[in-house]
């Protein structure tokens, strides 16, 4: 903070005005403290209060969760769909290895793909930013690859299980068409292993923003958490994990 060649008397000044001259346990105690009172310390750097500067940029992570929610449930859905009722044929398989690719590439190196195609080669979106719809999409696509693929091998689980069901069969029967059957009987029963899913991928959305906040310059709280880690800015560190852990 004060640089390799500061006086011995300037950094004991800024240890005492940081607590950090007091032993650990007076400084957990002294942290606890402030959460208390609704404080969570104020940044080595801009010496802004960090919740403040949390309120400010937790909106915009708001954003990019609700993004990639409405881009992945209704896509999610529909592959597991597709797969179920394709089950053992080329179609379910391309949709499995899809699934399965889905969960296991890095955000990393999909948001730098879906940079690469989307900004620099197509030029549909702008590369990085904070901003309107545009800026959104490619960051959105890229948070919910995962959430896709598992809500796809979801959907295809649950489907494929309530359709072996005697109470289907009954009102296939009966005369009922397709529409009404995975409407009313099948997409009932498979709410609830999907809600689950999608409740556990809104916590993931808000905790694992950091990378792909921090590739296409979304100033949300993931970037902050990283902007923190980089400048060793430990109380902003402190808070962001935090809030992370309160919301999951």
């Given at each position: 903070?004060?640089g390799e060649r500061a006086q011995p008397e300037v950094?004991?000044?800024?240890?005492?005005?940081?607590?950090?001259?007091?032993?650990?346990?007076?400084?957990?105690?002294?942290?606890?403290?402030?959460?208390?009172?609704?404080?969570?310390?104020?940044?080595?750097?801009?010496?802004?209060?960090?919740?403040?500067?949390?309120?400010?940029?937790?909106?915009?992570?708001?954003?990019?969760?609700?993004?990639?929610?409405?881009?992945?449930?209704?896509?999610?859905?529909?592959?597991?769909?597709?797969?179920?009722?394709?089950?053992?044929?080329?179609v379910d398989r391309i949709i499995s290895s899809l699934?399965?690719?889905?969960?296991?590439?890095?955000?990393?190196?999909?948001?730098?793909?879906?940079?690469?195609?989307?900004?620099?080669?197509?030029?549909?979106?702008?590369?990085?930013?904070?901003?309107?719809?545009?800026?959104?999409?490619?960051?959105?696509?890229?948070?919910?690859?995962?959430?896709?693929?598992?809500?796809?091998?979801?959907?295809?689980?649950?489907?494929?299980?309530?359709?072996?069901?005697?109470?289907?069969?009954?009102?296939?029967?009966?005369?009922?068409?397709?529409?009404?059957?995975?409407?009313?009987?099948?997409?009932?029963?498979?709410?609830?292993?999907?809600?689950?899913?999608?409740?556990?991928?809104?916590?993931?959305?808000?905790?694992?923003?950091?990378?792909?906040?921090?590739?296409?310059?979304?100033?949300?709280?993931?970037?902050?958490?990283?902007?923190?880690?980089?400048?060793?800015?430990?109380?902003?560190?402190?808070?962001?994990?935090?809030?992370?852990?309160?919301?999951?």
């Open positions: 903070m004060v950094i004991e000044k800024i240890r005492k005005e940081l607590g950090a001259d007091k032993d650990v346990f007076s400084q957990y105690a002294g942290y606890i403290k402030l959460l208390l009172q609704g404080e969570m310390g104020r940044s080595y750097y801009t010496n802004r209060k960090v919740l403040d500067d949390i309120l400010i940029k937790f909106p915009n992570t708001m954003k990019l969760a609700f993004g990639a929610m409405v881009i992945a449930v209704p896509i999610g859905i529909l592959l597991g769909f597709i797969a179920a009722y394709k089950k053992d044929t080329p699934s399965i690719m889905g969960l296991s590439l890095p955000v990393f190196w999909s948001g730098l793909l879906i940079m690469l195609f989307l900004s620099l080669k197509l030029r549909l979106f702008p590369p990085s930013g904070t901003g309107d719809l545009r800026f959104l999409v490619m960051p959105a696509l890229t948070l919910s690859l995962p959430a896709i693929a598992m809500l796809a091998r979801v959907t295809r689980t649950s489907v494929i299980e309530i359709t072996g069901m005697p109470f289907i069969g009954t009102a296939r029967a009966k005369g009922l068409s397709v529409f009404k059957i995975n409407a009313i009987h099948i997409f009932r029963n498979i709410l609830i292993p999907l809600v689950t899913v999608i409740g556990l991928d809104i916590a993931s959305y808000l905790n694992g923003a950091v990378l792909t906040e921090t590739i296409f310059g979304w100033d949300g709280i993931g970037r902050f958490t990283m902007d923190g880690i980089i400048k060793r800015d430990y109380p902003v560190i402190m808070g962001c994990i935090i809030i992370g852990t309160v919301v999951f």
